[in-house]
């Protein structure tokens, strides 16, 4: 494990720029979603179930959604998008607010809420006919949204870190960063990489409006388009290892973003250089406003 205090996170900062609605924003309106979403699910429109044939069933993480669809991207970095409507059976697993409820509604659907999703297909599109979430995870969006004194903080630190990243990205205190290192051309966790994301994940714990900003790496060899695809992976594998194994709660995280082989660490050149530039960023961040708070 490597942890560097004072890393410059304007280079990170500015690479989520282009990615999506963040799953840090659980507790955001819901127009500000749409927007984030708007432009890669424009031209998709809700297919009627009846015309429609039993499809693949999802898991992974609600990393964006509009009025009537959501974005859902996997442990191995690919995302789907799904429509939902008012047949869609929307649960909680394990029952929480489900006891004599056999739906939840859409508001539920919250970005970085980790969901299984059964779908109906008619070509391209699908629809989905119903939408498990976690008991846990939707408590702990409920307990944001209904505002309770710590939930509001982190929501503050949360919610701050997405409408100011393109202001100024010098708010932000870096309070610590890990690197995981991964095999040529793998997006898989080793033991010491597992180790080293749960002790993170502790240290920030112990950081009050402490946020986990995710950035995936690769080294010089394979083309562009590889590299950026296998960098999502890898970032998708840690964000999934964090709030999965580790107990990190998925709002207090920024949306995982892959960097292909920019910023390398040291040169590629060498198999041990190559070695160093394989790698996830996992860096801890606190506004400047709310440290020590």
């Known amino acids: 494990m490597t942890i560097v205090s004072n890393t410059p996170i304007a280079p990170l900062l500015l690479a989520m720029l282009a990615a999506s609605a963040s799953a840090s924003a659980a507790a955001q309106p819901q127009e500000q979603n749409d927007a ?6 424009s031209d998709t429109s809700a297919p009627e179930a009846s015309e429609m044939m039993r499809g693949p069933d999802l898991e992974g993480i609600i ?6 669809k959501i974005r859902v991207t996997a442990a191995d970095g690919t995302s789907t998008i799904v429509a939902f409507n008012d047949a869609t059976r929307i649960k909680a697993k394990g029952g929480f607010l489900g006891l004599g ?6 508001s539920s659907l919250m970005n970085g809420l980790p969901v299984t999703v059964k779908t109906l297909q008619s070509g391209n599109s699908l629809l989905a006919s119903q939408i498990e979430l976690k008991s846990n995870d939707l408590k702990t969006a409920n307990m944001i949204r209904n505002g309770t004194a710590e939930g509001f903080a982190e929501q503050t630190a949360a919610t701050g870190a997405l409408r100011n990243r393109v202001a100024d990205i010098g708010q932000y205190n870096v309070k610590g960063t890990t690197n995981v290192n991964f ?3 793998k997006a898989i966790l080793s033991a010491q990489a597992q180790n080293d994301l749960c002790t993170t994940a502790s240290t920030a714990e112990g950081m009050k409006n402490a946020l986990l900003l995710i950035v995936g790496y690769t080294d010089s060899t394979g083309n562009n388009e590889y590299n950026q695809q296998l960098s999502e992976k890898r970032a998708a594998r840690v964000v999934n ?3 999965q194994n ?3 709660k998925p709002y207090r995280m920024l949306t995982p973003t892959g960097m292909s082989e920019a910023q390398p660490l040291t040169s590629n050149d ?5 070695a160093q530039n394989r790698r996830v960023e996992v860096s801890i961040l606190v506004s400047k406003g709310l440290d020590g708070l």
Request: hydrophobic share 20%; aromatic share 6%; proline share 3%.
């Open 270 to 274: 060498t198999p041990e250089g190559r």
């Open 101 to 106: 409820r056999s739906k939840l509604g859409t």
């Open 241 to 243: 290892y964090l709030q």
């Open 63 to 68: 990393s964006g959604r509009s009025d009537d």
């Open 36 to 41: 984030a979403l708007s432009v890669t699910v």
């Open 246 to 248: 580790c107990g990190w």
């Open 183 to 185: 095999d040529t051309g």
